[in-house]
C-alpha cells in the first residue's frame, strides 16, 4: 500500500508546481505583463530580452492603460536606445516625454527619466529641460 501511496505522490506534486507555475506566469502574456516584463529585462540590463517584451507589448498597444504606455513607450525607447536603434528609440522617448509630463510623476522611477532626458538630450543634439514636481502638481 506504501508502495502505491508513494509512486502517486510525485505525478501529483509535479501537477501541482506546474500548475503553480502556469498561473504565476499568466500575467506575462497580457499587455500589461509584457510591459511589467520589459521593465524588469531592462533593470537588469536584459536588454534583448526586454526588446522582446517590447515587442510582444507592441501588438496591444492600445490597451494599456496611461500609466503602462508611458511605462511602454519609455522603457521600451531605452531599451532601443540602449540597443543602438537611434531612431526608434527617438520616436518612443519623444513621445513618451509628452505623454509623461501630461501623467503623473511618480510613473516613473527618477533614475529612469534621469536616463530617459540624458538619452533624449543625446538622440536630438540638445539638451531638454528637466520636469519638477511642481509641474506635475500644479494640474
Known amino acids: ?16 508546481a506546474s500548475v503553480g ?10 499587455p500589461g505583463g509584457f510591459v511589467r516584463l520589459s521593465v524588469r529585462q531592462y ?10 517584451a517590447c515587442w510582444d507589448a507592441s501588438e496591444d498597444e492600445d ?3 496611461d500609466k503602462a504606455h508611458v511605462r511602454y513607450l519609455v522603457y521600451c525607447g531605452l531599451t532601443h536606445y540602449r540597443l543602438g536603434r537611434r531612431e ?11 505623454e509623461y509630463l501630461q501623467g ?23 539638451t531638454i529641460a528637466r520636469p519638477t514636481r511642481e509641474s506635475f502638481s500644479a494640474r
Do not use: F, I
Open 1 to 16: 500500500m506504501q508502495q502505491v501511496a508513494k509512486r502517486y505522490v510525485l505525478p501529483l506534486l509535479l501537477a501541482a
Open 63 to 65: 490597451y494599456l492603460n
Open 88 to 98: 526608434q528609440a527617438r520616436a518612443m522617448l519623444h513621445e513618451g516625454n509628452v
Open 21 to 30: 507555475v502556469s498561473v504565476g506566469l499568466s500575467g506575462c502574456g497580457t
Open 104 to 126: 503623473r510623476s511618480n510613473w516613473l522611477k527618477p533614475a529612469v527619466v534621469d536616463d530617459l532626458y540624458k538619452a533624449l538630450d543625446d538622440l536630438e543634439g540638445r
Open 43 to 52: 533593470e537588469v540590463g536584459n536588454y534583448n530580452a526586454a526588446s522582446r
